[in-house]
């Protein structure tokens, strides 16, 4: 399984960026998410969606991040709005297996500038 990861870059806070995870190798996932780290700190969830596209959002996020599945293009996108300085971080696509196994993508940039 393969995760490749998009769509991060440099923002002003308050704008809005779209994160994409295209997945290759497996349509079979019971979750796929999006988790971000920064420097010195653990990575953290972000948000998930699962098979029945039930969704979890970090406390953080919750009313400005949306996150979406498409099991035709086999991607999952994170819609990103008035972003924070806080936000900034290397946001990173999980995907976990039927055995619940997890698969990581490489990472994406993201920067909020105040």
């Known amino acids: 399984v393969q995760l490749q990861a998009s769509g991060g870059g440099l923002v002003q806070a308050g704008g809005s960026l779209r994160l994409s995870c295209l997945a290759s190798?497996?349509?079979?996932?019971?979750?796929m998410g999006w988790y971000r780290q920064t420097p010195g700190k653990e990575r953290e969830l972000v948000a998930t969606?699962?098979?029945?596209?039930?969704?979890n959002y970090a406390d953080s996020v919750k009313g400005r991040f949306a996150i979406s599945r498409d099991y035709t293009r086999n991607t999952v996108d994170l819609q990103m709005s008035s972003l924070k300085v806080e936000d900034t971080a290397v946001y990173y696509c999980n995907a976990k297996s039927l055995t619940l196994r997890p698969f990581w993508g490489q990472g994406t940039l993201v920067t909020v500038s105040s």
């Open positions: 190798g497996s349509r079979i996932f019971v979750e």
């Open positions: 969606i699962a098979s029945d596209d039930s969704t």
